[in-house]
């Protein structure tokens, strides 16, 4: 049985020091695991920490990409996070810990490189991206190996990619990440920083399933288990809508038939309603207040105001996974034909989409909220008629790439392409 896809080899940009003489650096996470490790050998986890130790690791270039992250990637990647993991304790760690340090360091060069300066941010992305690398076998070789630190390492340097486009090199990190999780069985052993750091990871498989139309890959069976009495709601709610929209996924593009049997499709209306359920459960103030004045009136939308940026996220997986299961139930149901007790099925995708078209067009949508919008906007722009809207979506990914540098160019062109249809 292979344990990794096999992937063209692509070009990477090497530290502006490398030389041909120099040891060979890896080019993903995806390859130091494979050439290192396999699933069943990797070390066993060690959960202490090291003493913190900031003399010899913070520098006035270190501390000034630190505090560039924890102001902004660092707030995208806990938004179902409250107690700021990524923001608060990875940028604590990264001050004993090389391979955080440069992982940080080169994730937050490579945003200005793409927001500010190229030239002058690029080479320094590069640099700290190829050190981490190394850095990275280090830590996977020693027998003292942190488990907790390598995965939120390997989150970083997968992170970097996604920036900038998530291609090969992306998928690579990704099955590198894929690879600890299941080593280490976080679904049901993983430690706090361990299940933060998989939160993360989920959504970026998440989005990169819905790219590529492709089952997660790592099944929703195999995700750790919510707590019942996680708190506050939001993030608890924001957890439970990912995993059944990655329910839905798995549905959708797992290719078995072309339509389903009358039981496929009841277990499916099944997942729909619970779907359905998780949503009549919200608290109001959750799923957004509609404030007074509308957005575009003739068009039914109204800006809408959330207390957090986690409610309006987990509001735009739910509108999306509603599509995507209207969509689903189209294309499995016998013949087409709508299924049971949904007469009107393109209504209500278009109100899914509205209802998304809504959230992203009110102005005071948070930028870690906005992370989450890119692939809920391409499926609302698919249903939406009006031009207008389609245009004003368009250029709120352009927005969020060019002010923040994710890359959303693949969903634009394909937004493109549709309106000039």
């Known amino acids: 049985m292979r344990l990794f896809p096999q992937f063209p ?12 003489q120099d040891a060979h650096i890896p080019e993903s996470t995806y390859e130091i695991f494979q050439q290192v ?5 990797l070390s066993a986890p060690s959960y202490s920490h090291p003493a913190i130790d900031s003399v010899s690791i913070l520098t006035e270039e270190t501390g000034a990409l630190l505090r560039l992250y924890q102001n902004g990637i660092g707030a995208w990647m806990d938004i179902f996070d409250c107690s700021h993991t990524y923001q608060n ?11 955080l340090m440069h992982a940080v360091c080169a994730l937050s060069a490579r945003q200005m490189s793409l927001i500010d300066n190229k030239f002058l941010w690029e080479p320094v992305s590069s640099r700290f991206y190829g050190e981490s690398l190394s850095l990275l076998i280090k830590e996977l070789t020693e027998q003292s190996t942190d488990s907790e630190l390598v995965l939120a390492g390997t989150i970083l340097l997968g992170s970097y990619e996604l920036l900038t486009q998530p291609g090969i090199d992306y998928q690579r990190h990704l099955y590198g990440a894929h690879t600890l999780i299941l080593s280490r069985n976080i679904g049901e052993e993983g430690t706090p920083f361990e299940q933060a750091s998989f939160w993360i990871y989920a959504r970026q498989d998440v989005a990169l399933a819905l790219v590529n139309e492709r089952p997660t890959l790592t099944p929703p069976a195999k995700w750790p288990a919510i707590p019942a009495n996680a708190v506050p709601v939001e993030d608890w709610f924001g957890k439970k809508i990912l995993w059944l929209l990655a329910r839905v996924i798995e549905a959708k593009f797992t290719v078995k038939i072309e339509h389903w049997s009358s039981v496929e499709l009841r ?3 099944g997942l729909v309603s619970d779907i359905d359920l998780l949503w009549t459960s919200l608290p109001s103030h959750v799923r957004g207040i509609h404030m007074k004045h509308a957005l575009f009136e003739d ?22 996974a509603k599509i995507l299961a209207y969509e689903c139930l189209l294309e499995k149901s016998s ?6 007790g949904q007469t009107d099925v393109m209504g209500s995708i278009r109100h899914h989409a509205r209802a998304i078209a809504s959230i992203c067009l009110s102005s005071d949508l948070a ?16 249903y939406l008629s009006s031009l207008a809207l389609k245009t004003r979506l368009w250029g ?4 969020i790439e060019t002010r923040m540098g994710f890359y959303t160019r693949d969903r634009q062109t394909q937004l493109q392409l549709g309106l000039s249809k």
């Open 9 to 20: 080899t692509p070009a990477i940009t090497r530290p502006p020091q490398q030389t041909s």
């Open 37 to 41: 490790f396999s699933v069943n050998s």
């Open 89 to 99: 304790e990875v940028v604590m760690y990264s001050l004993s810990s090389p391979l």
């Open 267 to 269: 277990d499916f209306e």
């Open 299 to 320: 068009e039914r939308l109204f800006r809408v105001w959330f207390h957090v940026p986690a409610a309006s996220a987990l509001c735009l997986y739910y509108h999306m």
């Open 335 to 340: 013949a087409g034909s709508p299924p049971t």
């Open 367 to 382: 930028d870690s909220a906005l992370v989450v919008a890119v692939n809920p906007i391409f499926y609302s722009a698919k």
């Open 396 to 399: 709120v990914l352009d927005h």
